[in-house]
T-cell receptor, first 114, second 111 residues
Framework: DADVTQTPRNRITKTGKRIMLECSQTKGHDRMYWYRQDPGLGLRLIYYSFDVKDINKGEISDGYSVSRQAQAKFSLSLESAIPNQTALYFC?????????????FGPGTRLTVL | RKEVEQDPGPFNVPEGATVAFNCTYSNSASQSFFWYRQDCRKEPKLLMS???SGNEDGRFTAQLNRASQYISLLIRDSKLSDSATYLCVVTPNAAGNKLTFGGGTRVLVKP
């Protein structure tokens, strides 16, 4: 079984709709992240959380919100989706402590906003 | 200027050949450096960390040049399975685990 799972894997939606992407992990890591990937731009950090009570904005948080429901769950919401939010979204986790720099990624969610 | 820059490629490499490519970073205070591998639109996975003294893992060798602010990756005896996009990743500082990704270098190994 995958250690980091994301649902849905693919989603097509319309402009103005509210969308939630979910991430779950069984690695027992404290730290969780949401990234988006666009061609040629690499991965860009949207939000990150170092524990259940901690939420931090990343490089491109405008238009997004997150919720850390539990240590194992971190969801990303688009309150009113727009076409330039069409991208591949990755959730990632990392451990706190030695070797904590390695991040483990989920399989990604391909989101298309029409 | 982007914080982490890479030649997007593609680098077309004959099977068995050696290929090397660099990544430059703009923040001289950067602490940690990594190469991640990403197969076609799949999730990135850590390939190797990059240490100041350089490090080798099988056919892969990574080097760090702090003076010129770049890291490199060399792949020897390229295999078809090495075809992927290689992401250069930098940690800006010692606080936290925030990673900054380059846009990736695509490598295509051909028979």
């Amino acid at each position: 079984d995958a250690d980091v799972t994301q649902t849905p894997r693919n989603r097509i939606t319309k402009t103005g709709k509210r969308i939630m992407l979910e991430c779950s992990q069984t690695k027992g890591h404290d730290r969780m992240y949401w990234y988006r990937q666009d061609p040629g731009l690499g991965l860009r950090l949207i939000y990150y959380s170092f524990d259940v009570k901690d939420i931090n904005k990343g490089e491109i948080s405008d238009g997004y919100s997150v919720s850390r429901q539990a240590q194992a769950k971190f969801s990303l919401s688009l309150e009113s989706a727009i076409p330039n939010q069409t991208a591949l979204y990755f959730c990632a986790t990392s451990d706190h402590g030695q070797g904590g720099d390695e991040q483990f990624f989920g399989p990604g969610t391909r989101l298309t906003v029409l | 200027r982007k914080e982490v820059e890479q030649d997007p490629g593609p680098f077309n490499v004959p099977e068995g050949a050696t290929v090397a490519f660099n990544c430059t970073y703009s923040n001289s205070a950067s602490q940690s450096f990594f190469w991640y591998r990403q197969d076609c639109r799949k999730e990135p996975k850590l390939l190797m960390s990059v240490y100041s003294s350089g490090n080798e893992d099988g056919r892969f060798t990574a080097q760090l040049n702090r003076a010129s602010q770049y890291i490199s990756l060399l792949i020897r005896d390229s295999k078809l399975s090495d075809s992927a996009t290689y992401l250069c990743v930098v940690t800006p500082n010692a606080a936290g685990n925030k990673l900054t990704f380059g846009g990736g270098t695509r490598v295509l190994v051909k028979p």
